[in-house]
Every structure is written in C-alpha cells, then in structure tokens.
C-alpha cells in the first residue's frame, strides 16, 4: 500500500470517528440545555415598560429553567443596534431578544436598508402579549368620542397638531391611519419617546396623541387626559366602559402593540421548543398576567408557528400604511 493511499485511509477513519463522536455530544448539549445563565437583549433603555417587562420575564424563566436569566439593554437606531446583535449571536439558545412589533413588522417597510430580516434572521419564540393603542386628547379639548373629535378637527384643518414617539412608530402610523380613513387634516409632531408626548399633551401643546396603556392609563385614571376610544377589535379588561373605534363607526380599525421573545435563526428546535414551554408558564402565572393587563394587554403566548404567522400578517397590515402615510426614514 502506497504512503498516500494510507494517509487518505487514515484521515478518512479519523474524520469518520470524530463526526461519530461528535453525535451524541451535539444531542447531550441540546438536552442539557441551559446549563448556563441565559442572555435577552432589548432594544430600549432600562426603566421604560418594555424593560419593566423584560425583567419580570427574566426573573420567571430563571426560576423555571434552573440557571440565570439576565436582560442586557442595548437602546438606539430604531432597534438596528440589538437586531443586528441578536442575529449575529452563537445559535445556542443562550441570547435571545425581546423586540416589539415596530422593531420586526413597521422597520421592514419604514428603512430601504436594515441590518437584519425580521423573518430570516430569526425564529421566534414566543408572543408575550397582544396590546392596544387609546386616543387620548387633552382636556381642553370640547369633544367626548371619536365622532365628536373627528368633527373638531375637520371644522380646523391644519391648525391642530398631534405627537408620537418618533416617526414610524405605531403611535405615529395609527394616527396616520385614522387621517386617511376620516381625510383629517391635522399636524404630526415627532418626539423622542412617550414620555416627552405626554408631557406637551398634558400641557396643551399638542392636541391628541395614540399611545399604549402602559404610558396613558394612569394619566387617564388621575383625570389628566380624556380617552376617545381603543384600537382593539372588541372591548378590554383594563377600560371595559371604552368603545372600540369599530363600535364608533370605523369599520375594520385596528392597531396592535405587541411584543415577542425571539431567538437567532438556527437555533436548535429542541432549545426553541423548551424556551416556548417556559413561557407559557410565565404567561399563565398570575401576578404577570395582571402586570400585563395593568399596562392595557393582554397574555398572548401560542407555538412558535402561530407567532410566526403572526409576524408575518403584522408585516403586511403595516406596509400599506407606511406607504400611503409618506413616511421615510432613510
């Protein structure tokens, strides 16, 4: 036997005995998972609900899974900055990112260019919640419901003005929305987040703003700002004497915020299975379901596929919206 021929035989053996090996380590280490504290990302800085809510899941799931969970907080550029972390993550099941539906379903339609595809770069996990959008207007203003708000601002085109988190955000696109469908004429003011909207709503600076129940309902329970109406399709727990816009004649109006644990695509099945079981858990234990229902949402939860299908339906209700709106980042 020639040296070469020997040499292939042997490098042939040993990669075969290495890839036989290699097996079942590959399967112990998927069922083994987590053996190690676990990372999620988020796009927004610590203190804001999205964080609030991150950390009341962190601390479940490191009690449902038996190793530390931690929330690493990485804010700016539209969520690019924690997307393109996210998906560039080892495959592992270790970092995992909470994201809302304007970072994977409006930014698809809203940037030309983006650092990461919400469908492609990731599998999702699990929908944490389903939320809703309030019109809210400050109380100078003389109208009760959305006919009356409505009248208002047609009888002033152009003179009032309204206020949102920031171009391209749900906030912003939802009032977008409501101006297409009742041919209102009415100002957008962009802001760097809710807080600063309320502020001006509050002080008369601007007229109404849609925003979600975490940010607007206490505002509204202390008597600060008046509630018009809800995006969701049927009445919530959290303001059940509210009409939804479709019960105020605007047929079909909906806007959701919502929420979602994602993993980088590649991620073993196995790992995304056992990460999806744990949430449900969350998701049914009693003080976050009040959590969330406080904050105007609602548990959603479901398989990883249904969150999938999810996704992929927010991307298309949001894209003709963008595109009639006009708005454009980059």
């Known amino acids: 036997m020639t040296p070469t021929l020997l040499t292939r035989r042997r490098i042939m053996r040993d990669t075969l005995a290495i890839a ?87 930014n698809p339609s809203l940037y030309k260019k983006m650092p990461y595809d919400p469908v492609k770069d990731f599998v999702p996990v699990a ?15 003389p109208v009760r419901d959305l006919k009356e708000f409505i009248a208002y601002v047609k009888a002033r085109p152009g003179k009032l003005s309204y206020g949102s988190g920031g171009n391209g955000t749900t906030q912003h696109l939802t009032m977008e929305l409501l101006k297409t469908r009742a041919d209102l004429q009415i100002a957008h003011i962009p802001y760097r987040g809710s807080p600063l909207v309320l502020q001006d709503l509050l002080g008369g600076q601007i007229a109404c703003a849609f925003d979600a129940g975490a940010s607007i309902l206490p505002q509204a329970r202390q008597g600060k700002v008046r509630l018009l109406g ?35 695509a590649g991620t073993p099945p196995q790992v995304v299975q056992r990460l999806n079981a744990a949430m ?16 105007g949402g609602e548990p959603a939860g479901g398989s990883s596929e249904a969150f999938g ?19 454009q980042v980059d």
């Not at 234990?285 to 904050?295: G, L, P, Q, Y």
């Open 20 to 106: 036989a090996a290699g097996l079942p380590l590959v399967g112990r280490a998927q069922a083994d998972w987590p053996a190690r504290p676990i990372r999620i990302l988020i796009g927004t800085p610590p203190g804001d609900s999205s964080d609030a809510s991150a950390r009341q899941i962190a601390q479940r799931l490191a009690a449902i899974l038996g190793q530390p969970v931690f929330v690493d907080n990485k804010p700016g550029a539209h969520g690019f900055i924690v997307g393109d972390l996210a998906k560039s993550a080892p495959k592992d099941g270790y970092t995992l990112m909470l994201s809302s539906g304007g970072q994977m379903a409006i």
């Open 127 to 141: 929908q944490i919640n389903n939320g809703f959008l309030y019109l809210a207007v400050n109380n100078s203003l």
């Open 230 to 264: 809800i995006t969701s399709p049927t009445r919530v727990a959290s303001t059940p004497d509210l009409p939804t816009f479709q019960e105020q004649g605007m047929a079909g109006f909906e806007a959701r915020v919502w929420s979602g644990l994602f993993a980088p």
């Open 280 to 295: 449900d858990q969350v998701l049914r234990d009693e003080e976050f379901v009040e959590f969330i229902r406080k904050s």
């Open 309 to 327: 299908r999810f996704l992929s339906s927010e991307i298309a209700r949001w894209a003709p919206v963008v595109r009639e709106s006009g708005a």
